[in-house]
């Protein structure tokens, strides 16, 4: 399901949104031309939550790039061709009106610190898996999260399967709902079965609600 994207005018450029997807975009491109070593790639920048643990307890993993620091890298990497497809498009839809009402400055505060949250929702789920977590989608999620309290009644086309527009609060209240039924029968299963973060997105949109909210969301 691909939503249009919102069609509702804004007044300033979203300029931190652009530049957010053209990063994304350039660090994915560069993934590909390392080919199998891009694996290095994640080994550094991608959150391990095992390695997180171990140097939250005073047991940091011998490499460049401390782990802690992959709670922002890791938002910038992703594993294959739709994973990055549907972030920048998601956000590219969501992402200008949030940009909007926070301004460019609390909008990339908001951006990251939501990436960083989400992160860390899935980090106390799996506090010794290492697998690498790669990807925009929990600091999306928060985005869409705080759409989903400006917007609610905004109009979306899920395009190709419903041609109708739909109100955004049925599109979004759905996909975290699923985000958050996925989440828990992944706990039941074992790790490398698990596929997608979803705890990680489930948490990037509850935060997103409410971080925005404090930054002035609603102060228009």
């Known amino acids: 399901m691909v939503p249009f994207r919102n069609k509702n005018p804004v007044n300033i450029t979203p300029f931190i949104v652009y530049a957010l997807i053209a990063i994304n975009i350039i ?15 994640f080994e550094l920048y991608a959150l391990i939550p095992g390695e997180l643990t ?8 011998n490499q460049s790039v401390p782990e802690v620091y992959t709670l922002i890298t890791s938002q910038f990497f992703h594993s294959g061709l739709i994973h990055i497809g ?15 009402c926070l301004g460019h400055f609390k909008f990339l505060v908001f951006y990251l610190v939501c990436g960083i949250l989400a992160a860390l929702t899935q980090w ?3 506090m010794e898996s290492m697998i690498p977590t790669v990807g925009a989608s929990g600091a999306i999620a928060g985005v869409m999260g705080a759409y989903l309290l400006k917007y609610p009644h905004a109009k979306i086309i899920l395009f ?19 985000q958050a039924f996925k ?5 039941g299963l ?3 079965s698990s596929g997608s973060a979803y705890w990680a997105h489930a948490g990037g949109f509850i935060f997103g609600a409410i971080l925005a909210t404090l930054l002035g969301l609603f102060s228009e």
């Open 27 to 41: 660090l994915f491109f560069y993934e590909l031309s390392l080919g199998e070593r891009s694996n290095y790639l």
């Open 54 to 61: 171990a140097s939250l307890q005073g047991n940091p993993p």
């Open 86 to 100: 549907f972030n920048m498009l998601f956000l590219w839809i969501f992402g200008n009106n949030i940009e909007e």
């Open 124 to 126: 106390v789920v799996a």
């Open 160 to 178: 190709p399967f419903v041609t109708k527009k739909l109100p955004a609060f049925f599109f979004l209240g759905f996909w975290f709902v699923y």
């Open 183 to 187: 989440g828990v029968l992944s706990l």
């Open 190 to 192: 074992p790790e490398s």
